[in-house]
């Protein structure tokens, strides 16, 4: 299997365990009143599978994304140019007033 496959794989599964401690979370701290709406319904597993999928979805995309970025190498040395920063002053511009003319 191609390196790059294996890393999607593996972040994928970490932004989806992510995503159940999350929902997890939000269970246990009663958010929104998320425990007592999923617990009394009776199609509440529904919910509660919709919750841990979509949230995988966007934790394993950021996870996947946070990885690939930090993979880069920065061309450039440490450090930058001290560039002379200009100064804006007002300048009077004289305008002609053609209401009174």
Same mark, same amino acid.
């Given at each position: 299997?191609?390196?790059? &496959?294996?890393?999607? !794989?593996?972040?994928?599964?970490?932004? #989806?365990? *992510? =995503?159940?401690?999350?929902?997890?979370?939000?269970l246990w701290f009663n958010?929104?009143?998320?425990?007592?709406?999923?617990?009394?319904?009776?199609?509440?597993?529904?919910?509660?599978?919709?919750?841990? &999928?979509?949230?995988? !979805?966007?934790?394993?995309?950021?996870? #996947?994304? *946070? =990885?690939?970025?930090?993979?880069?190498?920065?061309?450039?040395?440490?450090?930058?140019?001290?560039?002379?920063?200009?100064?804006?002053?007002?300048?009077?511009?004289?305008?002609?007033?053609?209401?009174?003319?």
């Amino acid at each position: 299997m191609p390196k790059l &496959v294996r890393l999607y !794989i593996r972040h994928v599964l970490i932004g #989806f365990a *992510i =995503s159940a401690a999350f929902v997890a979370m939000l269970l246990w701290f009663n958010v929104a009143n998320l425990w007592h709406l999923i617990s009394t319904s009776d199609i509440g597993f529904i919910a509660l599978i919709m919750l841990v &999928v979509f949230n995988g !979805i966007v934790f394993s995309g950021v996870q #996947f994304g *946070i =990885s690939i970025m930090r993979m880069g190498e920065d061309d450039d040395p440490p450090g930058g140019r001290r560039d002379v920063v200009a100064v804006l002053e007002p300048v009077l511009v004289p305008v002609r007033d053609e209401r009174h003319l």
